[in-house]
């Protein structure tokens, strides 16, 4: 069973940077499929980036391509979200997800919730303009 834990999310004025972390608490292997959603209220969850966790090989929103980088550590115990040049549109609930169905790999650049069946709890993050 993987356990994820976000950390806290925060406030940051419209240009600011700001760091997401998610604490992986079980096995993951290599094909495992992981990934950054956001909600705002009234909208459905959005796909952010993913990575595959054996390779690192990273995908993006076109939304944040260019600002937001996602990275997991050499253990594979964290998953980052690393966000730069924030808008106040960037401004949401984010969570951290795990995709671990056969073939998690091959679905990762898509970014689609249902493939995600592990939830981290989410992170606020406001943008002040």
């Known amino acids: 069973q993987v356990q994820l834990v976000a950390s806290k999310g925060g406030s940051v004025q419209a240009g600011g940077s700001l760091s997401l972390s998610c604490t992986i608490s079980g096995f993951i292997y290599n094909s495992d499929c992981m990934a950054w959603f956001r909600q705002v209220p009234g909208k459905e969850r959005e796909g952010v980036a993913s990575i595959i966790m054996g390779n690192s090989s990273a995908y993006y929103a076109d939304s944040v391509k260019g600002r937001f980088a996602i990275s997991r550590d050499s253990a594979k115990t964290t998953l980052y979200l690393q966000m730069n040049s924030l808008k106040p549109e960037d401004a949401a609930m984010y969570y951290c997800?795990?995709?671990?169905?056969?073939?998690?790999?091959?679905?990762?650049?898509?970014?689609?919730?249902?493939?995600?069946?592990?939830w981290g709890q989410g992170a606020q993050v406001t943008v002040s303009s």
């Open positions: 997800g795990l995709d671990r169905k056969l073939g998690s790999q091959h679905r990762c650049p898509a970014l689609r919730e249902p493939n995600f069946t592990y």
